[in-house]
């Protein structure tokens, strides 16, 4: 059995898309653990609703809002499954997720399996929805894409990683996320989301998770759909919780360092652009706003400058940021002062 785990906060529009996309799975040996994270709309009920017609359906409730780390590690601790998997309330999968992720588990004896996923959007969720309403069934967002999974089932690449491996070649590419992951039950054990993060709990889960594994699988079958929040992400101002994304990296750093200390440099590019990007948001407040977050400014400044300066890095920056190492180290106050205008 596969325990699912679904944290939720204020998620009440996604809810119906989220469960449908479990309900219709062509695998139908699943627990979907519901955890609603003292939502202040209608969510915990639209939950309870759905247990009501589904026995498979489990609804938890914290009386206060925790975190979706706490969320999540309450499903881990209620899960009953051999495997569990996470889905943001948000998104929703395709039909044989549960299906193809399984079989390439028992096929490998695969500790985790990791899938590709889809980017989707407001269209891709009314595209969504409009099945539903009409066939019953989930299909896939649209007849191409269709075809294009048909296909894939015949030309699925796979490819099999050890700890190490699976660091270097794709951890570390920015595949850092926990959802459209199928974790054996026992790797986790004992192993949870640190509490008190709210940006990058991922990460640092995955990572303590890979440590156990022997045997990843990672599949080009694209069977999770990222739901982007267009409007939600541009409207999102600077606040301290973003300094959470350049905690979990500096631990990151020293976890890799101590074991893979050949990966440390690969780290510590990554840790730059986290900090540059905490500057560009910093950057797009105001002056007077700035003046709350002195502390922070000083703190990205100082790692900066510790990891930044380092020749070793630059070939690891994504494209665009040699450039923008460049202005920040020689000119902080005037990239400061700039990149948010020019954003």
Same mark, same amino acid.
């Given at each position: 059995?596969?325990?699912?785990?679904?944290?939720?906060f204020?998620?009440?529009?996604?809810?119906?898309?989220?469960?449908?996309?479990?309900?219709?799975?062509?695998?139908?040996?699943?627990?979907?653990?519901?955890? &609603?994270?003292?939502?202040? $709309?209608?969510?915990?009920?639209?939950?309870?609703?759905?247990? /009501?017609? @589904?026995?498979?359906?489990?609804?938890?409730?914290?009386?206060r809002?925790?975190?979706?780390?706490?969320?999540?590690?309450?499903?881990?601790?209620k899960a009953?499954?051999?495997?569990?998997?996470?889905? @943001?309330?948000?998104?929703?999968?395709?039909? &044989?997720?549960?299906?193809?992720?399984?079989?390439?588990?028992? !096929?490998?004896?695969?500790?985790?399996?990791?899938?590709? #996923?889809?980017?989707v959007?407001?269209?891709?969720?009314a595209?969504?929805?409009?099945?539903? !309403?009409?066939?019953?069934?989930?299909?896939?967002q649209?007849?191409?894409?269709?075809?294009?999974?048909?296909? $894939?089932?015949?030309?699925?690449? +796979?490819?099999? *990683?050890?700890?190490?491996?699976?660091?270097?070649?794709?951890?570390?590419?920015?595949?850092?996320? /926990?959802?459209?992951?199928? %974790?054996d039950?026992? +790797?986790? #054990?004992?192993? *949870?989301?640190?509490?008190?993060?709210?940006?990058g709990?991922?990460?640092? %889960? +995955?990572?303590?998770?890979?440590?156990?594994? !022997?045997?990843?699988?990672?599949?080009?079958?694209?069977? *999770?759909?990222? *739901?982007?929040?267009?409007?939600g992400?541009?409207?999102? !101002?600077?606040?301290?919780?973003?300094? $959470?994304?350049?905690?979990?990296?500096?631990?990151a750093?020293?976890?890799?360092?101590?074991k893979?200390?050949?990966?440390?440099?690969?780290?510590?590019?990554?840790?730059?652009?986290?900090?540059?990007?905490?500057?560009?948001?910093?950057?797009?407040?105001?002056?007077?706003?700035?003046?709350?977050?002195?502390?922070?400014?000083?703190?990205?400044?100082?790692i900066?400058?510790?990891y930044?300066?380092?020749?070793?890095?630059?070939?690891?920056?994504p494209?665009?940021?040699?450039?923008?190492?460049?202005?920040?180290?020689? %000119?902080?106050?005037? #990239?400061?002062?700039? #990149?948010?205008?020019?954003?």
């Amino acid at each position: 059995m596969i325990s699912i785990v679904v944290p939720i906060f204020n998620g009440e529009k996604y809810i119906e898309d989220c469960v449908k996309s479990i309900l219709y799975q062509t695998y139908q040996d699943w627990e979907l653990i519901l955890i &609603d994270n003292a939502s202040l $709309d209608e969510s915990l009920q639209v939950c309870k609703n759905f247990a /009501c017609k @589904d026995d498979r359906i489990q609804v938890l409730q914290q009386h206060r809002n925790m975190g979706v780390s706490a969320a999540r590690n309450l499903g881990i601790e209620k899960a009953r499954g051999e495997h569990i998997t996470f889905i @943001d309330i948000d998104d929703w999968v395709e039909p &044989d997720y549960l299906e193809r992720l399984v079989a390439l588990q028992q !096929k490998k004896k695969a500790d985790m399996v990791v899938c590709e #996923y889809n980017k989707v959007y407001d269209n891709d969720r009314a595209t969504f929805k409009e099945q539903i !309403k009409n066939q019953g069934k989930v299909l896939s967002q649209t007849q191409n894409r269709v075809e294009e999974t048909s296909a $894939d089932k015949k030309h699925c690449q +796979l490819k099999v *990683y050890e700890t190490k491996e699976y660091l270097e070649k794709y951890f570390l590419k920015g595949n850092t996320h /926990c959802w459209g992951v199928l %974790f054996d039950r026992e +790797l986790l #054990y004992g192993i *949870y989301f640190p509490k008190g993060i709210s940006i990058g709990e991922d990460m640092l %889960f +995955l990572l303590d998770v890979a440590q156990n594994a !022997k045997t990843i699988v990672v599949t080009n079958y694209k069977g *999770y759909n990222y *739901y982007i929040n267009e409007s939600g992400a541009m409207n999102k !101002k600077f606040t301290a919780s973003y300094m $959470d994304q350049i905690t979990c990296w500096e631990r990151a750093l020293k976890t890799i360092g101590e074991k893979y200390p050949q990966l440390i440099i690969r780290v510590e590019s990554i840790l730059v652009v986290s900090v540059l990007l905490v500057i560009g948001k910093l950057s797009e407040l105001d002056s007077e706003e700035r003046k709350q977050y002195i502390e922070e400014e000083r703190r990205c400044h100082d790692i900066f400058m510790k990891y930044g300066t380092k020749k070793e890095i630059r070939k690891f920056l994504p494209q665009g940021y040699p450039l923008k190492v460049f202005v920040y180290r020689y %000119f902080p106050k005037i #990239y400061m002062n700039l #990149y948010g205008k020019v954003r």
